[in-house]
T-cell receptor, first 114, second 114 residues
Framework: ETGVTQSPTHLIKTRGQQVTLRCSSQ?????VSWYQQALGQGPQFIFQ???????GRGNFPPRFSGLQFPNYSSELNVNALELDDSALYLC?????????????FGSGTQLSVL | KQEVTQIPAALSVPEGENLVLNCSFT??????LQWFRQDPGKGLTSLLL?????REQTSGRLNASLDKSSGRSTLYIAASQPGDSATYLC?????????????FGTGTLLAVQP
């Protein structure tokens, strides 16, 4: 157990809908990163939040957006869902978000878009 | 652009066998390399993190090595057990940025047969 919790664990949506995924970081961690993992692939970096500000973004369109709250929990929002958005969404937390830190991952949210 | 590759994609071994998983990366400018374990549909558990100045890290039956000059890392699992069955992923942080954005390989799916 890493102390990083994600909700919900599973979600089914239809194309065009919007979805919000949630993540609570490990105690003492102020950085949250989000990753998308398609079936059979390694996770792909979506973005990172540090002290409530976006601090780095991967190659994802603007319909992927996020928030970090004062308690360092975070949300990932995806608008206008597409079939290819079906994936496991992973949240990870760390203390500073620096390259030499370990990341602690949650168990993920499995999103299915029909 | 850093690319991470893992070979083989899948591996099946009988219980008790020693085995080696391979990870290669194209850019030797790395801060560290991390090995993760992922159970089906679940999040990632960090196994070992090797700093760029290190050659090896050990944890129990696991030993990870790093050869930056050749762009390779190996994960050695001694005396494999059915409970070791999982996907093993290696990852390196993106170099030169302010984040700990990880670049992952596609993983090796390990099945240990009892």
């Amino acid at each position: 157990e890493t102390g990083v919790t994600q909700s919900p664990t599973h979600l089914i949506k239809t194309r065009g809908q919007q979805v919000t995924l949630r993540c609570s970081s490990q105690s003492g961690h102020n950085t949250v990163s989000w990753y998308q993992q398609a079936l059979g692939q390694g996770p792909q970096f979506i973005f990172q939040y540090y002290r409530e500000e976006e601090n780095g973004r991967g190659n994802f369109p603007p319909r992927f957006s996020g928030l970090q709250f004062p308690n360092y929990s975070s949300e990932l929002n995806v608008n206008a869902l597409e079939l290819d958005d079906s994936a496991l969404y992973l949240c990870a937390s760390s203390t500073r978000g620096s390259p030499n830190e370990k990341l602690f991952f949650g168990s993920g949210t499995q999103l299915s878009v029909l | 652009k850093q690319e991470v590759t893992q070979i083989p994609a899948a591996l099946s071994v009988p219980e008790g066998e020693n085995l080696v998983l391979n990870c290669s990366f194209t850019d030797s400018a790395i801060y560290n390399l991390q090995w993760f374990r992922q159970d089906p549909g679940k999040g990632l558990t960090s196994l070992l993190l090797i700093q760029s100045s290190q050659r090896e890290q050990t944890s129990g039956r696991l030993n990870a090595s790093l050869d930056k000059s050749s762009g390779r890392s190996t994960l050695y699992i001694a005396a494999s057990q059915p409970g070791d069955s999982a996907t093993y992923l290696c990852a390196v942080p993106s170099y030169g940025g302010a984040t700990n954005k990880l670049i992952f390989g596609t993983g090796t799916l390990l099945a240990v047969q009892p």
